[in-house]
């Protein structure tokens, strides 16, 4: 693993040139944006944002007003972000947890690891939405490691791509320092990217990191 700040700066200003601002995370609020957090596990955000306008049409996008929805009804509400039952038991996992704590304001003053282990404890919140939380709920330097991340950073051969998630994410962050706009920001450009242009099947012509990325030249 080679990770370094100005090869990785680099990578971030061309994304930040190309793409803009995105100003991350897509949701209203810290509690909206851990329930975006869990409903955007294994499906496109498009799918999240209709679970979350039929919460919000409902009246319950708030944790008092969730955890007393019926497991049909609020399963029913997050059906378009697919896996709706488990999504629901997960959910539902994530508020009780919320609820036993004094709610997600309680959680504000709570160190960084405390908090993150606190969300792991949850049956259904693994590294990467746990980390979507710490992020952008709560506004703490933690790197959020996903699919993309791994991909990008192995076709630049920085990573095998591989590795443990703590130990890329430590990685990253000792190398980025710990900067809560830069970590909110470069996750979120990596996403467009790996939408758009790094997929499965890279879009190498089109990519707006052409120029830096050696991959076209010893892999695409
Ligand atoms: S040039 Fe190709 S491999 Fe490199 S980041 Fe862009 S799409 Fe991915």
């Known amino acids: ?100 704590q004094g709610g997600h304001d309680a959680l504000l003053d709570w160190p960084t690891p405390r908090l993150r282990d606190g969300l792991l404890s949850v049956n259904g919140v693994g590294r990467e939405t746990a980390d979507d939380i710490v992020l952008y709920a709560y506004d703490r330097p933690v790197f959020v490691i996903d699919a993309y991340t791994r991909r990008l950073f192995s076709r630049f051969g920085w990573i095998g791509g591989d590795e443990d998630y703590d130990q890329l994410r430590l990685g990253i962050e000792a190398a980025l320092g710990h900067d809560v706009a830069l970590f909110n920001e470069y996750h979120a450009q990596i996403v467009y990217l790996g939408k758009d242009y790094c997929r499965t099947r890279p879009r190498c012509g089109a990519c707006p990191l052409a120029g830096l990325c050696p991959f076209p030249d010893i892999g695409g």
């Not at 200003?13 to 601002?21: C, D």
């Open 1 to 100: 693993m080679r990770l370094e700040r100005d090869a990785l700066i680099a990578v971030f200003e061309q994304l930040l040139a190309h793409f803009g601002p995105l100003h991350w995370w897509p949701g209203d609020g810290r509690f909206e944006i851990m329930v975006g957090a869990v409903l955007t596990q294994n499906t496109a955000w498009t799918n999240v944002e209709k679970a979350i306008a039929s919460l919000r049409a409902a009246d319950v996008m708030e944790l008092a007003a969730m955890r007393a929805t019926a497991p049909d009804a609020l399963a029913e509400m997050i059906r378009p972000a697919g896996y709706f039952n488990v999504k629901q038991r997960r959910l539902r996992n994530l508020l009780d947890w919320l609820h036993a």
